[in-house]
């Protein structure tokens, strides 16, 4: 069998192309501000990259730039203006942060209803109680990405077993419980798991957010199964890759997402689609 790729590029631009649509036909603007403390060079295209992807899609969406040696209070200050501010729907604080801040606190300060990014413990405590539809989460946006990539590859989840592997707060526990309430059978991997291969060869869905190179190999993968690599490593060489051998894994799978091309272009999507879920449910306007 040689999977069928699963285009992460084109899904998110179409994603991207249907916000728009949403997104002209609203009488404001969602507004996005991105908080960026001191200048890593790799969060800086990444940053770029929203603002562009944001302003296509008309969304009102500025970078606040801080100095590095920013301090805590200064930082939760500026997060606190920005949850009053009634033009801001949505609050991203890029992540890690300097370590004179303290990260857990500042994710906190962030009124949840503009979480956008989905970290604060209220709304990763509604994710992780089934998000009641009274109560809906601001679910993160890059495990929302990889269940739109499911649903494009056609994926049947009801009953399936799933296995993720790493167990992050940012990826692999919000992966846990979308698969979960998606009714998937789901078994989480992680450092201390034992017999990977084995325990990943049964997933009929595999979701891979390690950060180690090509650890899965093509003989982890069980025939006809779903991939999805959320792994985003540079070999030495330069070349990017993921978490998944994906000439070897597409020997097997049914289905499989590149790297680059697959899941990354998703976050940014799903960041605005947050983004607007944020500005509805704020401003009680109608989709
Ligand atoms: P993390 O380092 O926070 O977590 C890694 C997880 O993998 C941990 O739970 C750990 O227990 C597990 N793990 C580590 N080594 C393992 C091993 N040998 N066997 C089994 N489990 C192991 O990483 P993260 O933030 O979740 O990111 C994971 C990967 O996904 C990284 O490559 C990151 O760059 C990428 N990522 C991509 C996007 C995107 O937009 N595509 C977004 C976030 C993260």
């Known amino acids: ?31 996005l501000r991105v908080v960026r403390v001191g200048d ?55 992540l890690p942060l300097p370590p004179q801040i303290r990260q857990d606190a500042v994710i906190a300060a962030i009124d949840p209803a503009k979480d956008v990014d989905g970290f604060h413990p209220l709304n990763a405590g ?20 990889v269940m739109h990539l499911l649903r494009e590859a056609g994926a049947r989840l009801p009953g399936a077993r799933a296995v993720v592997l790493g167990r992050s707060q940012i990826v692999g526990r919000p992966m846990l419980q979308l698969l ?20 990943c ?30 792994g985003i490593n540079r070999l030495p060489e330069g070349r ?3 978490d998944v051998a994906f000439a070897e894994a597409r020997e097997r799978a049914a289905a499989i997402t590149p790297v680059p091309g697959g899941v990354g272009p998703m976050t940014i999507a799903c960041l605005l689609e947050n983004t607007l879920e944020a500005a509805l449910a704020r401003r009680g306007a109608a989709g």
């Open 240 to 242: 990017l890759v993921g």
């Open 1 to 31: 069998m040689t999977a069928s790729i699963i285009d992460g590029k084109a899904v998110a631009a179409r994603l991207r192309a249907s916000l728009a649509e949403r997104v002209a036909h609203l009488p404001f603007r969602p507004g």
């Open 126 to 145: 509604r994710l992780a109680m089934g998000a009641p539809l009274h109560r809906p989460a601001l679910v993160p946006c890059t495990p929302k990405g």
């Open 201 to 230: 060869r049964r997933a009929e869905i595999l979701v891979a957010a390690v950060g180690r190179p090509e650890l899965v190999r093509g003989d982890w993968i069980g025939e006809g199964a779903v991939v999805i690599d959320v």
């Open 180 to 199: 979960l309430a998606a009714d998937c059978s789901v078994t989480v991997l992680h450092s201390r798991s034992r017999d990977l291969a084995a325990e």
């Open 40 to 94: 890593d060079p790799a969060s800086g295209v990444y940053v770029r990259n929203k603002d562009r992807a944001a302003a296509a899609a008309g969304f009102d969406s500025a970078t606040l730039q801080l100095p590095a040696d920013t301090d805590e209070d200064t930082l939760v200050d500026l997060v606190a203006e920005l949850n009053t501010d009634p033009v801001v729907d949505g609050i991203l604080v890029q």
